[in-house]
């Protein structure tokens, strides 16, 4: 404990603080001293009045005033001073005068470099009388004495780490983290001590100030006991993760907390941390402390897919020189074996980002060859040793080379075949996918043997994009081997998509490939197989018989014929010779007339209408028509298509085919206007009574309709920004056809209102998506659907919808940013906002909404510099128009318990305090409700706001005349054109990815002690400044000696003092 204090304490700082009958460390004057940097600079160091030896005293100045220097010896400084204390028989007096000169360094709290060096010759100093663990049992008595002084230098931190002063809760801190990681990795503490450390870096960790919270945290990193479920540092350093809300301080914890099986998950969802920093370090620890095993295959896929989707570039930079090259060396450089442990077959998109990544880290083209595949003569990998990984990394490998250019022309010769022969090399592997029949897709692994060779053959098919196709004879021969895949009857329809994409993109005209597409789906409806022809009974009865007929005849001529003989009738045997010839051909006749009747077989198209067959050819169609120009409109081809196979299959009884053509139809609703208009009734049925899923694409194909022709789809000429039914627009009346034409787009507004009621989740978010869209692009400007979106975006019912949220969270921020009739829009939304949310019963989930924080946002939304191009000044700003609604709203009912909202929500305003008629509105609608409120929390914040209104026209010119002075300054770089008088306010951040509250001050008073709180951490974010003109190098370095800590000019004034 401080006990004594010397005259020069009181001197210097004015003040004596008496804490629980003990001298504690200066506080009140020494805040505001420490920030004074001329003072500052002469803080440390009177160490005159002192009643020790001579030699003693002059060797502990002498080594703390040496101590400050960078450019001295530290360890020499050490050594004599140890020498000294070791020649000492009584060491308590240099116990307390070492004390009091260290309390010197421990009461500055910025990071000067004077103080730190000498907190590190201090820690240097009291870690040399560590003695290692392994000595002779001889020296235990030299030992106890060596640590009397670690333990008293410890005892006193521990006794002080309550004091009032955060400067001295922060060196205390600091002192026991450097103390304890100065100390050998084998080195041992009383166990009571540790304890007492322990117990103090707790409450420590805790602290108010940011900074000190950072010290506790370190101190603490050789305390965890990973191994204990229980460890109280460990749950301590978990609290601070996620609770925290300073980044330094999560930085602090991410870098000293052992991972285990209770702290990866913590460590694991920093990676998705609000601040660029805790992330980049979060990928830093796991990739330097976590083994890939560590990780199951869900948290690698998510920690690739997010570090390098990032919007940091820094982070990015992280996932390609930390992460993956550790998880290589842990796999011996095998970049097979980490795809083969990401599961590529449900995360390629992924799998090929980590492969660029890894590819643009090679230093040249041949460190591209030697990994991974291994191609053949042909330039191609064996139809046997095809895997999902390494097709999936020649894809890749592919891809990358072609994004250069030119300079990877010639690697890529050395990767991929001529056309042709890929060609027959894909059409040989896509041949022999089996074709499962339904008992065989209930056994799982056949299904994903199956399920295995139909993602070999969707990456085989993705090559053909980096194929050389300019050659004639190569291009035509990829076209007819597309075609026969696709007319193959064991083709996949998941690889029918991109087959159809891949034929289109090698043609090159676009009739030539409505034609080719479809003829491919006639031949695949329609294919050409053998059919035999009915028989006719009664012709083949009569055959039979005529037969049975002439056989006996022969039979009985026979007979005959052998009788002549026997008679020797010669003449007569001859006739019947003759005879019986005739009859045997008769007979063969016969039996060629009968075997051509049972085989009557013939080859003609057959139509298929079976599901598997419909849905490969409305694939093929549904692509033709993503692939060609919505400006070529539909052409006879198309309209056939559409007649025969796409309006037929709408009413199918199999899902999955009524899905399809209804994204045909929609998709082909986008080629012609007329075609939309006709079959849009069609679409609204369709997302009213079909299957969720099946809605859900009928929903989209009408968001794109909306989107590409606006809500008066139904006329003729179509205007940019369609008004919203609550739109205010009366002004003119309109023909009967207009009329029917509005009820119609009523209608649809209406359906989309109650979507975003539905119990069906997909659907709703689609809804809320699809309207954001609509809003955004202007093709709608509705205030309620606006209040509506907001109200589902805080609804906590869709907490778990992540899609949701985010969208909205987006558009909100885009949306009020794009002009100043969006934030009009936003204005308007405001009160059917906050009455729906005040109204809401106790059993409605939006009862739950902090209504502080709607208001906030609506208020953020609408600040005119939160525009992305500022328009022209204008008399009215949007902040003022709500403040005269909110105004007549509070003055509605005065009792309401919303009006201190609707007060405070008006102390957060921009309000213009020019003179004009909307100020004296706004003065008019003050002074009633000053008449009418009681509420003191009310009348003070309209007080106040009035005073700021009438305060600004009387200081007109003396405002005036300070910003001429101020367009004089050389370092002031805007001009101050609002009341100096007017309270300042922080500036708050909504917060749009979620529920989370936004940072509110509410008064001046809170506004400084925001403004206080952002210098506790080095790294917090600091209050704006004018910008300044860039002093040069010679001025800069004046300013710096000007700052440096030097006390020889205190010590030498006090000398002389004495």
Not at 647 to 667: E, F, H, Q, W
Request: proline share 4%.
């Amino acid at each position: 404990m401080f006990k004594q204090v010397s005259f020069i304490d009181r001197v210097l700082f004015g003040y004596r603080s008496e804490m629980n009958g003990c001298l504690g460390f200066v506080n009140v004057y020494l805040i505001s001293f420490i920030h004074t940097r001329r003072m500052a600079c002469n803080l440390f160091l009177c160490l005159r009045n002192i009643n020790m030896s001579g030699d003693a005293d002059i060797e502990i100045e002498e080594a703390f005033r040496r101590a400050q220097k960078a450019h001295n010896n530290k360890a020499k400084l050490v050594a004599s001073l140890k020498t000294r204390y070791n020649k000492l028989e009584n060491k308590t007096e240099f116990h307390e005068e070492f004390i009091r000169c260290l309390k010197y360094a421990m009461i500055i709290y910025t990071r000067e470099p004077a103080v730190e060096n000498v907190i590190d010759f201090v820690t240097k100093f009291a870690a040399s009388f560590e003695t290692p663990v392994n000595e002779e049992a001889e020296e235990e008595e030299d030992d106890d004495d060596n640590n009397d002084f670690l333990n008293f230098l410890f005892n006193f931190l521990l006794e002080s780490h309550g004091a009032n002063s955060h400067a001295v809760r922060f060196r205390v801190c600091q002192l026991v983290n450097k103390l304890l990681g100065s100390l050998s990795e084998n080195a041992q503490i009383d166990d009571d001590l540790c304890d007492r450390i322990h117990d103090a870096m707790l409450v420590r960790v805790t602290d108010k100030y940011p900074n000190v919270r950072i010290q506790a945290a370190l101190a603490m990193a050789r305390l965890q006991d990973p191994d204990n479920s229980d460890c109280p540092t460990i749950k301590a350093y978990i609290l601070l993760l996620e609770n925290d809300s300073n980044p330094e301080v999560r930085r602090a914890v991410l870098s000293c907390i052992a991972p285990s099986a209770a702290t990866l998950p913590k460590i694991y969802k920093r990676t998705r941390d609000v601040k660029e920093k805790v992330r980049k370090l979060a990928y830093q620890v796991l990739a330097e402390k976590v083994h890939i095993r560590a990780l199951s295959i869900a948290q690698r896929v998510s920690l690739l897919h997010e570090g390098l989707s990032d919007s940091a570039d820094s982070v990015k930079e992280v996932i390609k020189t930390h992460l993956l090259p550790a998880w290589l060396r842990l796999l011996q450089g095998d970049v097979l074996q980490l795809l083969h442990r990401l599961d590529v077959e449900n995360c390629a998109e992924t799998a090929v980002t980590t492969l660029h990544a890894i590819f643009s880290m090679a230093t040249s083209p041949d460190e591209l060859l030697q990994n991974g595949i291994r191609l053949d003569e042909r330039k191609l990998i064996t139809v046997d040793s095809l895997t999902c990984d390494n097709v999936l990394y020649w894809r890749a490998l592919c891809e990358f080379v072609k994004s250069k250019g030119n300079e990877g022309e010639e690697l890529l010769e050395k990767l991929l075949p001529e056309a042709a022969i890929f060609a027959e090399y894909l059409y040989r592997y896509l041949k022999n996918i089996s074709q499962l029949s339904e008992e065989q897709r209930a056994d799982m692994t056949q299904l994903e043997m199956v399920m295995t060779q139909e993602f070999v053959g969707q990456q085989l098919i993705l090559l053909i994009g980096c194929l050389d196709t300019s050659e004639e004879g190569g291009r035509k021969r990829m076209i007819a081997v597309l075609q026969e895949i696709l007319v193959m009857p064991n083709t996949p329809t998941s690889l029918i998509g991109l087959l159809v994409e891949k034929l289109i993109g090698i043609l090159r005209d676009d009739a030539q490939k409505i034609q080719m597409v479809a003829e491919i789906i006639s031949d695949v409806r329609e294919p050409i197989l053998p059919i035999s022809e009915p028989v006719d009974e009664n012709e083949k009865r009569r055959k039979q018989v005529r037969l049975a007929e002439v056989r006996v005849q022969i039979m009985e001529a026979k007979q005959t014929l052998e009788e002549c003989i026997s008679c020797q009738d010669f003449s007569r045997a001859a006739e019947l010779k003759d005879s019986i010839s005739q009859l045997e051909e008769l007979k063969n006749q016969l039996v060629l007339e009968a075997s051509q009747l049972a085989e009557n077989i013939k080859e003609q198209r057959v139509e298929k209408s079976d599901p598997e067959t419909l849905l490969k050819c409305l694939t093929m169609c549904a692509e033709l028509f993503k692939q060609m120009n919505i400006k070529r409109g539909i052409c006879p081809t198309m309209n056939a298509l559409i007649e025969s196979l796409i309006l037929p299959s709408v009413s199918n009884p199999n899902p999955a085919v009524r899905n399809m053509a209804v994204i045909c139809l929609g998709t082909a609703a986008l080629h012609s206007k007329d075609f939309a208009n006709t079959h849009l009734v069609l679409l609204l049925q369709i997302t009213q009574l079909d299957e969720p899923k099946i809605r859900i694409s009928a929903l989209r194909a009408l968001i794109d309709q909306l989107l590409l022709n606006g809500l008066n789809i139904l006329q003729d000429k179509p205007t940019p920004i369609s008004q919203a039914p609550d739109s205010p627009d009366n002004s003119n009346e309109q023909p009967d056809q207009q009329t029917e034409e509005e009820s119609t787009v009523q209608s649809i507004l209406k359906m989309l209102s109650e979507f975003l009621d539905s119990e069906i989740c997909e659907l709703r978010t689609e809804t809320a998506e699809g309207l954001a869209k609509l809003m955004y692009c202007g093709r709608i400007l509705s205030p309620k659907l606006l209040s509506r979106l907001v109200l589902l975006w805080y609804n906590p019912v869709t907490e778990d919808d992540q899609r949701l949220r985010h969208c909205l969270g987006v558009f909100l921020q885009l949306y009020a940013r794009a002009s100043r009739a969006n934030q009009e829009c936003v204005e308007e939304s405001f009160l059917p906002t906050m009455r729906t949310l005040f109204n809401a019963p106790v059993t409605s989930p939006l009862s739950e909404v902090d209504t502080s924080n709607v208001a906030e946002l609506f208020v953020e939304l609408t600040r005119p510099s939160a525009l992305v191009q500022p328009a022209a000044i204008q008399a009215v700003s949007v902040h003022d128009s709500l403040a005269v609604r909110v105004c007549n709203e509070i003055l509605r009912d005065v009792s309401a318990p919303e009006v201190r909202l609707y007060c405070k929500t008006l102390s957060w305003l921009e309000i213009n305090t020019e003179p004009g008629p909307a100020n004296n509105e706004l003065q008019l609608l003050l002074k009633d409700i000053l008449q009418e409120v009681k509420d003191k929390y009310c009348t003070r914040v309209i007080e106040k706001l009035r005073n700021q209104l009438n305060g600004d026209r009387c200081s007109k010119s003396a405002s005036n005349q300070d910003t001429t002075l101020l367009n004089l300054d050389d370092n002031t770089g805007e001009v101050v054109n609002k009341d100096e008088t007017k309270p300042k306010r922080a500036k708050r951040v909504c917060c749009f990815s979620g529920q989370k509250k936004a940072s509110t001050a509410k008064n001046g008073k809170k506004t400084s002690k925001a403004e206080l709180s952002s210098d506790e951490s080095d790294e917090e974010n600091v209050p704006e400044v004018p910008p300044s003109v860039r002093p040069s190098r010679r001025a800069k370095m004046a300013a710096l000696d000007k700052t440096k800590q030097d006390l020889t000019a205190l010590m030498n004034q006090e000398a002389n003092g004495s």
